[in-house]
């Protein structure tokens, strides 16, 4: 089986163009899923139906979210679909097999308020705080996922014309930027950046203070200080910024398509979330304006 995972592997990798962590993320998922079978003398090619049950019921047995059996489900599904096509096997096991529900969560958000104070925190007096302010404003202004957010390079951002351009595998999104994030940007760019790099070859937007491109930690850690900073009660990740970024386009009178492009959904069923978040203002216009209200 270990040949037919490195196979497996090496086409998301090549043909799908996978990112690095959605790549580590299907290990992960198939290693697991490799280890049980091999624990329980089971046949990855000959496996059913049941076997495949058997194992999602163990991962919950052992405290598993029902997110993380989905996801794990969904890995293996992939695997053997991929397995099927090369006719390494004959049969999907996993074809029948349904996806656990998967309760929607109410996303954590914050006021427009609370979103102020935030970005009111990092003081551009210094080249940390130039890059701090930059990265929050940026995030908040365009909702990107902070995996995208941290594999930005230089080269995907025009100031000038005030855009990001975000790639995710082969997809590809171009996002307008606030003039207040553009202003911390050129700020960043001008003022901070050429300081912190080592090398002029350096592509990454935002470097850490080694000058090499900032992970997810430090960009989690970088926010979680903020916010103690600024003495919000609420939790706040990057995730929460760009769920206030999506609500508060909505509640503004944003469509809700063109949010779901900006957040880059591939179903808008996931961008309806924020509609529970919807101004109390513009119901009470609908209410009003609509014949069947």
């Known amino acids: 089986m270990e040949k037919q995972i490195n196979n497996f592997l090496e086409f998301l990798q090549k043909d799908k163009k996978l ?9 992960r998922d198939i290693s697991q899923y490799e280890n049980y079978i091999e624990k329980n003398n089971l046949d990855y090619a000959s496996v059913d139906e049941d076997a495949i049950k058997g194992y999602l019921a163990y991962l919950q047995e052992n405290g598993k979210k029902t997110s993380t059996v989905s996801r794990n489900l969904a890995s293996i599904r992939s695997f053997y679909q991929y397995s099927v096509r090369v006719k390494d ?4 096991p996993t074809e029948n097999v ?17 979103v102020e104070l935030l970005l009111e925190q990092p003081e551009d007096t210094d080249l940390k705080g130039i890059r701090d ?4 404003e940026f995030a908040y202004a365009t909702g990107m996922r902070v995996t995208e957010i941290i594999s930005l390079d230089i080269k995907d951002i025009n100031v000038k014309e005030g855009y990001v351009i975000c790639k995710t595998g082969t997809k590809q999104r171009t996002i307008p930027l606030g003039e207040m994030s553009i202003k911390a940007l050129k700020n960043y760019v001008d003022e901070s950046r050429p300081y912190l790099i080592k ?6 937007l935002f470097v850490n203070i080694n000058g090499k491109r900032l992970t997810r930690q430090g960009f989690w850690k970088i926010v979680k ?5 600024a003495h919000i009660d609420k939790e706040i ?21 063109a949010i779901q492009t900006m957040l880059g959904h591939s179903d808008i069923s996931s961008t309806q979330v924020y509609m529970q978040f919807q101004d109390e203002g513009i119901k009470n216009i609908y209410k009003k304006a609509h014949p069947r209200a």
């Not at 990112?19 to 290990?27: A, F, P, V």
């Not at 096997?89 to 999907?92: F, P, S, T, Y």
């Not at 200080?225 to 900073?229: C, D, R, V």
């Open 237 to 257: 990740t990057p995730g929460v910024l760009r769920h206030s970024f999506a609500t508060h386009l909505l509640q503004n009178g944003a469509d809700l398509k």
């Open 199 to 204: 090398s002029d070859d350096e592509p990454s």
């Open 225 to 229: 200080f903020y916010k103690e900073q």
């Open 133 to 136: 302010k930059a990265m929050l």
């Open 89 to 92: 096997i004959k049969k999907d």
């Open 98 to 114: 349904q996806s656990p529900k998967i309760e929607k969560r109410i996303p954590n958000v914050l006021s427009t308020k609370e």
């Open 19 to 27: 990112t690095e962590n959605t790549l580590q993320s299907y290990k």
